[in-house]
């Protein structure tokens, strides 16, 4: 069974990045997809991005695409969400999560992702 435990999240002017980390327990890290959802006050949990288990194929939702990046290090458990150019909006509880099985391709539906870490939060001030 896979642990999640997020960390980077903090206070940040709008305009500027942030790097949020994922670290992972357990030996078969590297055979799952990962994905980074946000949530803000009053709505729901919101898919940002998804990495396969090799890191080979990557998606993001419309409203991050071109200022977000999900990559992973598999030697460190580790999966990564570079934010730049970051906006007032994308102010919420980030969470990573693992698929609910082994070599299953990354999603953007928060109910095919079985493991969760209890989340980081990041604040945009404009």
């Known amino acids: 069974q896979v642990q999640l435990i997020e960390s980077g999240g903090e206070l940040v002017q709008a305009g500027g990045s942030l790097r949020l980390s994922c670290a992972a327990s357990g030996r078969t890290f590297s055979k799952f997809a990962m994905g980074w959802f946000r949530q803000a006050p009053g709505k729901e949990r919101a898919f940002v991005a998804a990495i396969s288990w090799t890191g080979g194929s990557t998606s993001y939702s419309d409203s991050v695409k071109g200022r977000f990046t999900i990559s992973r290090d598999n030697a460190k458990n580790t999966v990564y969400l570079q934010m730049n150019s970051l906006k007032s909006e994308d102010t919420a509880v980030y969470y990573c999560?693992?698929?609910?099985?082994?070599?299953?391709?990354?999603?953007?539906?928060?109910?095919?992702?079985?493991?969760w870490g209890q989340g980081t939060q990041v604040t945009v001030s404009s």
């Open positions: 999560a693992a698929r609910t099985g082994i070599y299953e391709p990354p999603s953007s539906n928060p109910y095919e992702y079985a493991v």
